[in-house]
């Protein structure tokens, strides 16, 4: 009798595994095809049963990562991490799910960790650099963008955050270059005109802002940003009105611009 439950305990776990070998399988295509929530859903029924499978963990975290579920991608993540498995491309993940909380200071925190043991890897490099961009830190971002972008010269979101850098770095005419170079790869990328609109209207230049912010909105209408800026360099420059200005600003307002509510308030009456 006891060599029969065992027997059947043994029949009982091979089928599991079996089924679980099937889920995977059935989670797997589900992420090929880009049916994330399916996936997810799928990744459950296996981790349910297999909470240590290093292999769906990571697979869940990409699906929760592409539906931007930020903080349950971390957590699948983080658990890679003290699993020590899968360790670098798990904090890799991590750190992206940091950056896009902008919990840029963490983001930086992993990325040291990771350069420590791997002074030249290239993700880690632009993820650092990109949240030093966001912290303010202009040149240690210069630092790490340029060696991303030596290795990956078509590297747009670092040429962006190193044009950033340089335009808060007060050196203009490098942050028009990147943000061009930016254009030249993907030339209906609104982020690029906008932030080459922005140098251009922190050196006065209030015609050729205001024509630079055109393009972003033209791109996407819904900027808000861009519009309370276009408003900005239209209420500067001697070639447009008041009015001018004030149609922008009442636009971002309605899109929910605090900046532009107040320039309505005090000047669009």
Request: proline share 2%; hydrophobic share 40%; aromatic share 12%.
């Amino acid at each position: 009798m006891h060599t029969k439950v065992i027997s059947l305990l043994f029949l009982f776990l091979a089928i599991c595994s079996c089924d679980m070998s099937a889920t995977r399988e059935e989670a797997d295509e589900f992420l090929k095809q880009g049916e994330y929530e399916a996936a997810v859903a799928t990744y459950d029924r296996v981790i349910k049963l297999e909470p240590d499978d290093i292999y769906s963990l990571f697979n869940r975290a990409t699906a929760k990562e592409k539906l931007e579920l930020w903080d349950e991608a971390y957590d699948d993540y983080d658990r890679l991490v003290k699993l020590r498995q899968n360790v670098k491309l798990a904090m890799l993940g991590r750190s992206r799910c940091l950056f896009a909380q902008e919990k840029y200071e963490y983001v930086v925190l992993d990325m040291n960790t990771l350069l420590t043991g791997d002074p030249k890897n290239i993700e880690a490099l632009d993820l650092r650099g990109r949240a030093y961009t966001k912290m303010g830190e202009n040149n240690k971002a210069v630092d790490d963008l340029t060696i991303v972008i030596d290795k990956e010269p078509n590297n747009v979101q670092a040429l962006i955050s190193r044009g950033a850098a340089y335009a808060r770095g007060r050196a203009g005419s490098w942050a028009i270059q990147d943000f061009d170079r930016a254009l030249k790869i993907e030339p209906n990328l609104p982020v690029a005109h906008f932030n080459k609109g922005m140098v251009f209207f922190l050196y006065s230049n209030f015609t050729e802002a205001a024509e630079t912010f055109d393009k972003a909105i033209e791109l996407d209408p819904e900027y808000a940003e861009a519009y309370t800026r276009r408003g900005m360099s239209k209420f500067e420059s001697k070639w447009h009105s008041l009015e001018d200005g004030c149609s922008d600003f009442k636009k971002a307002e309605d899109l929910g611009d605090e900046i532009a509510a107040a320039y309505v308030k005090k000047y669009c009456k």
